[in-house]
């Protein structure tokens, strides 16, 4: 058995976040990822809560799990009422899984405050609750809401709570800080206190109201809590729960505890990435552990320190967490920066050549033009590539012209006037150049589409590749009077993003520089790779 026992709540306490909504079928994908990441436990949801989750438990039945349980949440029967007939402990029975989750208050002024019953009758309801799901044959954790702010306003009325529910047949009683404004030497003290009380296995349930989450939880296992519950990128109501995409690392790689195997912790990157595209919300690039900056470098300073010993600025190997290094390109960076990150994309450049030396100076001269290369890695290589002697661009341009035309184009509808986009492009592809126009819904777009018209004439693959996201942002510091403009493209062909800058006093320059980057890059990529985009 394992030391420490995962309950993932991503999708119910993890969907009360602000802005998630997750469907049946995310919530079922989902489920497969934690499984695939060792989860022991999954809380679908609360079937006595709503259909959408009754819908869940019938769908999950075909899902296949090899490390996972399924566990539906609901609550202690009301008071004063009769367990046979209490709807929500009768959905958790009838949910299909072998494991439910009950929650019941642990502090009194939220018994005599909120439930409005008496401490007596509180104590009932738990037992009866966990007797009648056991007596049907499910195992049963208890919740113990608000416990460690019970404990603290009345510890012995906590305590009873817990040995209630353990007498009762509790399998684990989960002490939550259910509004997270606990502190992790609090956390340490309430639990060996329980512990000198009850043998029960304990859990413990963080919320991150006061960014404690993850310290709670690892107080808690320290002074022998054996559940962790907790979410995927730490989603949940408020601040969000417990992370465990930062809890479970943590465990492993720094407290030494085996809760996962090596191969299960190396796909944590991947799963949270997932989950936070199941959710619609933009990975947080500054997570610790999966943030797609949790181990870059951009002082020059440690990529030198890097070159020479690889773990010189990192806590761990990224690898371990399936996240990678990744150096950033900027005006701070050194010569090893770009020798560095020259050769992540297959060119050496000799430490005393001169080429280093001239591509840093370059970088340099942009960024102080407003071009920026942190984010924008695929402008980077391109200018790398730029600086061989042999290199072919795929296309070059000619010239544009951008008209904007304020036009009624509907007049029975007078209040619908439109402002009309067109765009002229004259490109070289090899020895042709084509000459293409387009419309579009503003002068970006439009200078998109003719861009594009006329490289699908040659590169048809290149339809795959679309715009995925647009930045403008006018740069204070500017030169002269001008106002500088940067753009950042994000572009995707359905498998890889990647980024481009522009930067010109002029927005539609800018535009243009960044958006022929983007092209550019992946016609490059494709040839690389042995697949030229050819017809
Ligand atoms: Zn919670």
């Not at 009648?132 to 113990?144: H, I, N, P, W």
């Not at 305590?159 to 529910?165: D, F, G, H, I, T």
């Not at 505890?257 to 947080?284: F, G, M, R, W």
Request: proline share 4%.
């Amino acid at each position: 058995m394992s030391l420490i026992q995962f309950y993932d709540t991503t999708l119910r306490d993890g969907a009360q976040r602000e802005g998630i909504s997750f469907s049946v079928v995310d919530k079922l994908h989902i489920a497969q990822k934690l499984d695939e990441l060792g989860i022991h436990f999954i809380e679908g949801g609360w079937p006595g809560s709503n259909p959408k989750d009754v819908e869940f438990f019938k769908k999950a039945r075909s899902l296949h799990l090899p490390h996972s349980k399924l566990v539906a949440f609901g609550s202690t029967r009301r008071p004063k009422g009769k367990t046979e007939t209490d709807a929500n402990l009768l959905a958790l029975a009838n949910a299909g899984v072998t494991v439910a989750t009950i929650v019941g208050k642990s502090s009194t002024l939220q018994v005599t405050q909120v439930l409005e019953t008496t401490l007596d009758e509180n104590l009932s309801m738990i037992a009866d609750s966990i007797g009648y799901l056991k007596t049907g044959g499910m195992s049963v954790f208890f919740d113990a809401e608000h416990f460690f702010d019970g404990f603290k306003a009345d510890p012995s009325y906590a305590l009873r709570v817990v040995e209630v529910a353990a007498g009762a047949g509790a399998d684990c009683v989960v002490l939550c800080d259910t509004d997270g404004g606990t502190l992790p030497g609090e956390i340490a003290v309430a639990v060996e206190a329980v512990r000198k009380q009850v043998t029960v296995p304990l859990g413990i349930h963080a919320h991150n109201d006061a960014e404690l989450a993850v310290a709670n939880t690892l107080a808690a296992v320290k002074a022998g809590v054996f559940q962790v519950q907790g979410t995927i990128n730490g989603y949940g109501e408020r601040c969000g729960n417990a992370n465990l995409c930062s809890i479970i690392p943590n465990l492993k790689l720094k407290m030494g505890i085996d809760c996962v195997t090596d191969e299960q912790l190396a796909k944590l990157t991947e799963v949270a990435h997932y989950v936070s595209e199941v959710a619609n919300l933009v990975p947080d690039a500054f997570s610790p552990y999966v943030g797609s900056s949790a181990f870059s470098h951009k002082g020059g300073f440690h990529v030198s320190g890097m070159a020479k010993w690889a773990e010189s600025y990192q806590h761990i190997d990224p690898v371990r967490v399936g996240n990678q290094s990744r150096v950033l390109v900027s005006e701070l960076s050194g010569k090893r920066n770009i020798i560095y990150k020259a050769k992540e994309i297959g060119l050496d450049l000799p430490r005393q050549g001169k080429e280093a030396q001239k591509l840093l100076d370059q970088v340099k001269w942009l960024e102080s033009r407003g071009f920026q290369y942190d984010n924008a890695e695929a402008s980077f290589e391109l200018l790398v590539h730029r600086a061989k002697p042999d290199y072919q661009p795929p296309f070059e341009l000619v010239d544009f012209m951008v008209v904007i035309e304020k036009r009624r184009r509907l007049p029975t509808r007078k209040s619908l006037e439109e402002m009309l986009s067109e765009a002229m492009v004259k490109v070289r592809v090899g020895t042709e150049v084509m000459h293409t126009v387009a419309e579009g819904n503003g002068p970006v777009n439009a200078l998109d589409g003719a861009l594009r018209k006329a490289l699908l004439q040659f590169y048809p693959r290149l339809a795959q590749v679309k715009l995925v996201d647009y930045k403008v942002r006018i740069l204070e510091e500017s030169i002269g009077t001008e106002s500088q403009v940067r753009v950042l493209i994000e572009s995707s062909d359905g498998v890889d993003e990647w980024r481009t800058v522009g930067s010109s006093t002029n927005i539609i320059e800018a535009s243009w520089l960044a958006l022929a980057d983007g092209l550019e890059y992946w016609l490059v990529k494709q040839e690389a790779s042995g697949k030229p985009s050819t017809k």
